[in-house]
Nanobody, 116 residues
């Protein structure tokens, strides 16, 4: 089992910034991918950004140039710096852990609301 605890969501005006953080604990395998997904009301959960343990990032097109993902392997944490936020970024953001094609865990989610 892997537990993921997110923090850092909130309400911000368009053009503002937020930083999300996630701490993973439990039975963490060395080879894994940590990342962030977003689910807006009435929509499916979608990838925002992920990063492998080796530091390779993967961004959704909408996140490129505005969001930066980072991780600390020693602390098993992952962060998402979100700049120039837009109202369409409003969603619940979920931290995700994947390993070996078998293990897939989610955090409880943190709300991000961007007002126009």
């Amino acid at each position: 089992q892997v537990q993921l605890v997110e923090s850092g969501g909130g309400l911000v005006q368009a053009g503002g910034s937020l930083r999300l953080s996630c701490a993973a604990s439990g039975n963490i395998f060395k080879i894994n991918t940590l990342g962030w997904y977003a689910q807006a009301p009435g929509k499916q959960r979608e990838l925002v950004a992920t990063m492998t343990v080796g530091g390779t990032p993967n961004y959704a097109y909408s996140a490129q140039g505005r969001f930066t993902i980072s991780r600390d392997n020693a602390k098993n944490t992952v962060a998402l710096q979100m700049n120039n936020l837009r109202p369409e970024d409003t969603a619940v953001y979920y931290c995700n852990y994947k390993s070996g094609g078998l293990y897939d865990y989610w955090g409880q989610g943190t709300q991000v609301t961007v007002s126009s």
